[in-house]
């Protein structure tokens, strides 16, 4: 069974930046796609940034400009860098691997998730 771990988060100030990291424990993120999520209390789970392994990234537009997604294969490791940060970024964040066998959706092309990592709590104040 593959695991993921998250860390990095915690309480920073409005404007302030964070970097978060997904440590996997085998070589899942070479084989299709990674993506980060987030969920808020009462809220539905979002998807904040994904990338591929042709390097290719996708960003939520509400976090686009201010979000960066990058992995060091090598290690195993994907990274969500957040800059500019503002209260509503405040969730419960998530990474998450897809497997070769499933990859895309066929209508969509959206990745699917087959391995969830436990999550790391950002919380921003103003």
């Known amino acids: 069974q593959v695991q993921l771990v998250e860390s990095g988060g915690g309480s920073v100030q409005a404007g302030g930046s964070l970097e978060l990291s997904c440590v996997a424990s085998a070589h899942i993120f070479s084989s299709c796609g990674v993506g980060w999520y987030r969920q808020a209390p009462g809220k539905e789970r979002e998807l904040v940034s994904a990338?591929?392994?042709?390097?290719?990234?996708s960003y939520a537009d509400s976090v686009k400009g201010r979000f960066t997604i990058s992995q060091d294969n090598g290690k195993n490791t994907v990274y969500l860098q957040m800059n500019s940060l503002k209260p509503e970024d405040t969730a419960n964040y998530y990474c998450?691997?897809?497997?070769?066998?499933?990859?895309?959706?066929?209508?969509?092309?959206?990745?699917?998730?087959?391995?969830w990592g436990q999550g790391t709590q950002v919380t921003v104040s103003s």
């Open positions: 990338i591929g392994t042709d390097g290719v990234t």
């Open positions: 998450a691997a897809a497997s070769a066998l499933t990859c895309r959706d066929s209508s969509t092309s959206r990745y699917v998730y087959n391995y």
